[in-house]
């Protein structure tokens, strides 16, 4: 990949694998380059020498060969590794469709097109914010995360029921075959 300066956004296109579906990241293990100006902020925008990346099929194509590893963040190809910034997660879920055919399913479609249900290898997880409140993520791929965002955390909220989860009453919500706990479910009747 180019770094800033060498080519830039193009220089970073030209070096990406041109194959259909999700490349192999996971497999690859190239050498450290450098960090570029490229950002994901908690919004879910993409920016590029601070400057919002506004083609779609491009941020699709970066987010495609995204890559964490421990805390960091990385674009790579076979042959180069350049680190990148990422505010929150790297994705959002955007959407959120319900299938109550044998047992609740709930997929989700994320602000670069990736479809995912929640369940088996799809954790939904919910961290305590310092106010109080929870933030929703959804496992995507790879280790990398959907932020779901505030209106569909609602839906969820909606759909939630409560479970006994390791001898305490939780609140939380159920998607193919897997229960997600929110909360301890007598924190929740308090805000109710």
């Not at 990346?53 to 491009?58: D, K, Q, S, T, V």
């Not at 964490?68 to 790297?90: H, M, N, Q, S, W």
């Not at 959002?92 to 299938?99: F, I, R």
């Amino acid at each position: 990949m180019a770094k800033a300066g060498q080519g830039g956004l193009e220089g970073i296109v030209a070096a990406l694998p041109k194959a259909k579906g999700l490349p192999p990241v996971d497999k690859w293990s190239p050498p450290f380059c450098d960090d570029i100006d490229m950002r994901i902020a908690a919004d879910g925008t993409w920016h590029y020498q601070k400057t919002p990346i506004g083609r779609p099929a491009l941020v699709k194509l970066f987010a495609s060969v995204l890559k964490r590893e421990g805390e960091k963040y990385f674009l790579v190809t076979p042959v180069e590794k350049v680190g990148i910034a990422v505010e929150d997660a790297p994705f959002l879920a955007v959407e959120m469709s319900v299938d109550r055919k044998k047992q609740q399913a709930l997929t989700f479609r994320t602000n670069v097109d990736d479809v995912v249900t929640a369940g088996p290898g799809h954790a939904l997880r919910f961290e305590q914010e310092a106010s109080g409140g929870l933030r929703p993520y959804l496992h995507v791929r790879r280790d990398l995360w959907a932020k779901v965002t505030r209106a569909l955390f609602y839906d969820l909220v909606e759909l939630g029921d409560e479970r006994d989860v390791d001898g305490r009453r939780m609140f939380g919500i159920a998607s193919a075959g897997e229960f997600f706990p929110m909360a301890e479910a007598s924190a929740v009747r308090e805000f109710a």
